[in-house]
């Protein structure tokens, strides 16, 4: 007999209401509530167990008691009058990237994955997170949180959740400070419509808690630094006067620059606040006739001082700078004298608070900055090549010693492998340091798709199980994401099978050709075609924007069956990755990721006069043939990787051949080879059966000849 509670009320199971309820005392949380429309008739949902995962052994070592967390949040929710409490993944800047001292979800939950929601209540707490997650989530999360899958059939959204857990009356406490302008307003609006309040908490009930004695990371001081204009490619004076010139032209007078990426690429400044990552906390607010930079004084340098005043004659052209901690005060003084303000939807509601509201244009499309950031000038172009190239030689070199040694039985596992190609990646010219933590994943490991190899976790490369390697790096000329699966012994016929699905989802993306109607998210589907064939999927998106030494993942373009809402244009100059994959719980993890560049295409027809564009590949590591299934490849597919291979050998391999990395060049060499396009003997060594459809290549032969 399993308990649940309505309220304060326990109840034995058999009895239903509107709202939902978590069972008690048993080995699954459930979920239960009227389908809509069918009074009597529950709605069940079924949710991850938390009593489950405590039970499980603790696989990453990292999971922590959140006990002793929640009691005293909760204390400070009933001081406050919350009834509920939202904690999203982001900062004060809508960065899902961030410094330690502003991980407030991970704080209060022990999850550690980069997107998700969690609500505390006074009972009860649960976490959303997606796809990518799922596995992690359960690994991390101990009894006190119930893990919402998001986007899986039945399970609802946290505003409906809060909704129907508290009812008319409930108030809902969030930092406005952490909450998208746009998110806001919608929350607002669907909780005032069922009886209940959003509450703006400015002082953060998780700051309360969370302080330095008791494990915060303290807020960084690093120095900022000048992003030369050998590679930035344009002055920031040009970037501002653009900028002035989008805000005249949409009738306004000033913008409250938030994002931190758009701050360090409009004013050519990089920063060292967040791992992986060169950015720095600022705001700046940009009009007509100032340029205001709020930035913690100590972070400064007489040359980026310079940097932002070159010409003393003249201040007007000047940056001033003012102390970040007085932005919104300084901020909420010049903004009235300042007409009509532009602020991105996207910004806090705190920021958008601080215009007024009769000088207030809401952007709702991305803020100018982004859409100017997003597309690469030639410079930039340039350097994301070579950083790519780079990037391509240290993982080739690496993979051909890894191989070698896993083969001559020589101990590796993930830990070391990931520490040692950071060294080869550090002998490559203007390496600043990784891009993201890398993902070195053996066998079940692999499954995990944002999974981060620990002490307890590490498992040893060996030539029995796939191998999977997601890693990027930062250099001065560009920012790189690449990821390949390796087999260092003989794969099994499924791990081809699904290795081949996945491969020919990545080629059927990279060369497909749209008009600039098409948006990033209707692309999607055509890295999934070949694994839906056969029944199979994965949980994350296909493709993200990379950012030009920032971040690794660059809005506001995205290719996702799950989008952004609407999608985005493509344009020549912008760099996204393709990374479709594949994933067996407990098995393997399987994905395919290669850099590459929107490019105008070369068709002979202009249909009403519209562009068509394409993709241009720009990292090339080479894929594994042993995991190739030739036979289930279409002749297109099959000339993308011949030439893919070429271009591998003319540009990794010479470089390789100039760095005298001859043992890299030897191992490109053996997976570049030449793949016969017509020929009916093409099978894997995999062993899958060959030619399985002989009598309609015979008459192509006869055909042909």
């Not at 409250?256 to 992986?276: H, K, M, P, Q, Y």
């Not at 490019?599 to 720009?618: C, G, L, Q, R, S």
Request: proline content about 5%; glycine content about 8%.
């Amino acid at each position: 007999m399993c308990r649940f509670r309505k309220g304060n009320l326990t109840h034995t199971f058999g009895s239903y209401a509107a709202v939902p309820f978590v069972i008690l005392d048993c080995s699954e949380f459930w979920l239960f509530s009227e389908a809509a429309g069918e009074r009597n008739k529950p709605h069940i949902h079924k949710r991850s167990s938390a009593t489950e995962a405590c039970q499980k052994p603790n696989v990453l070592g990292s999971r922590v008691n959140t006990t002793d967390r929640l009691r005293r949040l909760r204390l400070r929710m009933k001081a406050s009058g919350y009834d509920a409490y939202v904690i999203p993944s982001i900062d004060e800047h809508q960065s899902k990237i961030m410094t330690d001292h502003d991980k407030r979800r991970e704080f209060i939950s022990g999850f550690t994955g980069s997107s998700g929601t969690a609500v505390v209540l006074s009972e009860s707490a649960a976490l959303w997170t997606d796809g990518r997650y799922f596995i992690q989530a359960e690994q991390e999360l101990d009894c006190n949180w119930i893990l919402m899958k998001r986007y899986e059939p039945g399970v609802p959204e946290p505003d409906d959740w809060i909704i129907r857990t508290l009812g008319a009356g409930g108030r809902v406490g969030v930092d406005p400070k952490l909450l998208p302008y746009n998110v806001w307003m919608t929350l607002k609006e669907k909780l005032t419509h069922e009886g209940l309040y959003l509450m703006e908490d400015s002082s953060n009930l998780i700051d309360d808690i969370w302080n330095i004695p008791q494990g915060r990371a303290p807020e960084s001081i690093s120095h900022v630094f000048i992003h030369d204009i050998k590679y930035a490619g344009q002055p920031w004076e040009e970037k501002v006067n653009k900028l002035k010139q989008v805000l005249k032209d949409k009738a306004a007078n000033g913008t409250v620059v938030t994002a931190l990426d758009e701050i360090a690429w409009l004013f050519n400044l990089r920063g060292n606040d967040i791992a992986d990552t060169p950015l720095f906390k600022a705001y700046s607010f940009i009009s007509s006739n100032q340029i205001r930079l709020y930035i913690k004084p100590l972070k400064l340098t007489p040359e980026v001082e310079k940097h932002l005043c070159p010409n003393l004659n003249n201040y007007s052209e000047c940056v001033q700078l003012e102390d970040y901690v007085n932005a919104f005060e300084d901020m909420k003084k010049v903004m009235p004298e300042s007409g009509k303000i532009l602020i991105s939807s996207s910004s806090s509601y705190a920021v958008a608070n601080l215009v007024p509201e009769e000088n207030r244009i809401i952007n709702v499309e991305p803020s100018p900055v982004a859409l100017m950031k997003v597309i690469k000038n030639p410079v930039e172009i340039k350097g994301m090549k070579n950083a790519a190239l780079k990037d391509s030689v240290a993982i080739v070199d690496f993979i051909a010693l890894l191989e070698q040694q896993v083969q001559q039985g020589k101990h590796w596992d993930e830990i070391k492998a990931a520490k040692v190609l950071a060294q080869f990646r550090k002998e490559q010219e203007g390496f600043q340091g990784e891009s993201f933590t890398t993902i070195s994943a053996v066998g079940p490991n692999g499954a995990v798709i944002h999974y981060r190899p620990q002490i307890i976790s590490n498992r040893n490369i060996n030539m029995k199980d796939l191998f999977l390697l997601d890693s990027g790096g930062q250099y001065l000329d560009g920012t790189t994401d690449v990821t390949r699966t390796f087999h260092f012994g003989t794969p099994t016929e499924f791990e081809v099978a699904t290795y081949t699905r996945v491969l020919m989802g990545a080629i059927d993306l990279i060369t497909a050709v749209f008009s600039e109607k098409i948006k990033d998210v209707d692309l999607d589907i055509l890295a999934r075609l070949p694994l839906f064939q056969i029944g199979l999927d994965y949980l994350h998106g296909t493709g993200h924007g990379i950012g030009h030494f920032l971040g690794v993942h660059e809005g506001p373009v995205s290719i996702s069956k799950a989008g952004n809402g609407k999608g985005y244009a493509l344009k020549p100059g912008m760099f996204l990755s393709d990374e479709p994959g594949y994933y067996e719980k407990g098995k393997f993890g399987i994905r395919l990721e290669t850099m590459m560049m929107v490019i105008k295409a070369h068709v002979p027809h202009a249909f009403n006069d519209m562009k068509f564009y394409t993709f241009e590949p720009v990292s090339f590591v080479p894929f594994e043939p042993k995991l190739i299934d030739l036979n289930l490849l279409s002749v297109k597919q099959k000339e993308f990787l011949n030439r893919f291979n070429v271009k591998a050998r003319n540009t990794v391999g010479i470089e390789l051949q100039k760095q005298g990395r001859e043992r890299g060049l030897r191992w490109l060499l053996s997976r570049t080879e030449h793949i016969p396009v017509n020929d009916c003997r093409n099978h894997s060594p995999g062993g899958i059966e060959p030619c399985h459809f002989m009598i309609l290549c015979l008459v192509a032969s006869l055909v042909f000849w």
